[in-house]
DNA sequence: CTTATTCCCTGATTGC
DNA sequence: TGCAATCAGGGAATAA
């Protein structure tokens, strides 16, 4: 599942082979009728044909593809989306939704086994981005703000972590990882987090991010980069569906519960309310 | 404003 | 073994 690491790889493969770049035809599925969003696919294709790529950004869990003239093309990934760049055409794959030629004769290539990815076309940005919280790798990712924020939310740290108003980027793998290393409880009442330990979550957030965008992402299913490679942080995680094994630390097996309608993985040594 | 629940989607897993 | 029910989860929509 792409979260804030997956989609960075993503973004830095993608930008020096389509900066540059003139998108000469476009295609989506008509089996994946909501991955355009706001107008229907044919306009969706109509409007990016003669675009030319200027820079490949990112917010959150967003990838932001911006076109000479101020439109910016946005892709999320959701759950399954994978977006590669084919040097001549698109992989062999039934799950093939969209493909995008270049003026060099390359591809830009989606595929998505659940249909969950979207794609606009906006000279807005904010429109659909404008909700989120701070970027956690940017200085605006402010402590006392963060504290300030989980203050505010009687919801399990866990899920208030998961909400992208309050930070953009982090999901389901990351969460438990980052409470993991703060050593705290994934169903504490975020409004009870202390000042000191909302600032080991906040350091926790950071290096957890760090090392993943380091490890080129995590590949537990579905995710692979621009080049259609898997990442090596999935090799590393410390709690992340290891569920009854023994954490890497204290030994003591490692517990799944539901927190916010999601998965959720701890030590229950380790990580105290 | 908040939180909890449902939905989208399909392959993998679980249960009888 | 076989088939149906459940699970996985990002985020939008909806209910409360």
């Known amino acids: 599942m792409p979260e ?19 998108v000469r035809s ?8 909501r991955l355009a ?21 990112r917010r959150g869990k967003y990838l932001l593809i911006h076109l000479e003239g101020g439109l910016t093309w946005i892709v999320h990934l959701r759950m399954t989306g ?32 659940r249909k969950f990815g979207t794609m606009w076309l906006v000279d807005d940005v904010d429109l659909v981005t404008g909700k989120l919280g701070p970027e956690p790798l940017d200085d605006a990712f402010d402590v006392g703000a963060f504290h300030g924020a989980l203050k505010r939310r009687s919801a399990a740290i866990k899920a208030v972590l998961l909400d992208q108003a309050v930070l953009a980027g982090v999901g389901n793998i990351y969460a438990d990882e980052s409470l993991f290393r703060a050593g705290i409880d994934p169903r504490k009442a975020a409004q009870r987090i202390s000042r000191p330990a909302a600032g080991r979550l906040h350091e926790a ?69």
């Open 205 to 273: 957030v950071v290096e957890v991010l760090l090392e993943a965008v380091g490890d080129r992402g995590s590949s537990f299913s579905d995710y692979v980069d621009a080049q259609g490679k898997a990442g090596y942080h999935h090799l590393k995680v410390r709690v992340f569906r290891r569920t009854d094994e023994p954490c890497f630390v204290c030994g003591t097996a490692v517990r799944r519960v539901k927190v916010g309608g999601r998965g959720t993985h701890f030590c229950p040594k380790c990580q105290r309310r």
């Open 26 to 33: 476009a295609w989506i599925s008509p089996d994946a009728p």
């Open 4 to 22: 804030l690491p997956e989609v960075e790889t993503i973004r830095r493969d993608l930008l020096p082979v389509v900066r540059g770049r003139t």
């Open 82 to 113: 994978r977006l590669q760049h084919g040097r001549d055409g698109c992989p062999d794959d039934p799950y093939l939704r969209a493909k995008f030629g270049l003026d060099d004769g390359s591809w830009l290539c989606f595929m998505d086994l």
């Open 37 to 57: 969003q706001l107008v229907p696919a044919e306009a969706f294709c109509r409007g990016l044909v003669g675009q030319r790529i200027e820079d490949v950004g």
